[in-house]
């Protein structure tokens, strides 16, 4: 059973640094695609990174966002740093395809999402 599992959400300052964390189980992560999505309260869900063979970021967080993988604890980490108030959202972990899009439904597999508050 493919599972995804989000932590390391939280309150932050403008400016601070959170490390998200997905770890998955029921699947191998090092052959499947794995992206971050986020969701703010009346905004469409939207891709922030994904990563593959390749790492992929949106336009919004690029240069402060950082995607990575360790295949020996099956968990993929989005390290966020400059963090700015746009940045609040319920952030989500997906996979279920070997390539990357930032198109949610192309996804099948989601993790519960954790809540980050980016606020002074």
């Known amino acids: 059973q493919v599972q995804l599992v989000e932590s390391g959400g939280g309150l932050v300052q403008p400016g601070g640094s959170l490390r998200l964390s997905c770890a998955a189980s029921g699947f191998t992560l090092d052959y499947y695609a794995i992206g971050w999505f986020r969701q703010a309260p009346g905004k469409e869900r939207e891709g922030v990174s994904c990563?593959?063979?390749?790492?992929y970021y949106a336009d919004s967080v690029k240069g402060r966002f950082t995607i990575s993988r360790d295949n020996a604890k099956n968990t993929v980490y989005l390290q966020m740093n400059s963090l700015k108030p746009e940045d609040t959202a319920v952030y989500y972990c997906?996979?279920?395809?070997?390539?990357?899009?930032?198109?949610?439904?192309?996804?099948?597999?989601w993790g519960q999402g954790t809540q980050v508050t980016v606020s002074s």
């Open positions: 997906a996979t279920g395809r070997t390539t990357c899009t930032f198109v949610a439904g192309a996804y099948d597999y």
């Open positions: 990563i593959s063979s390749s790492t």
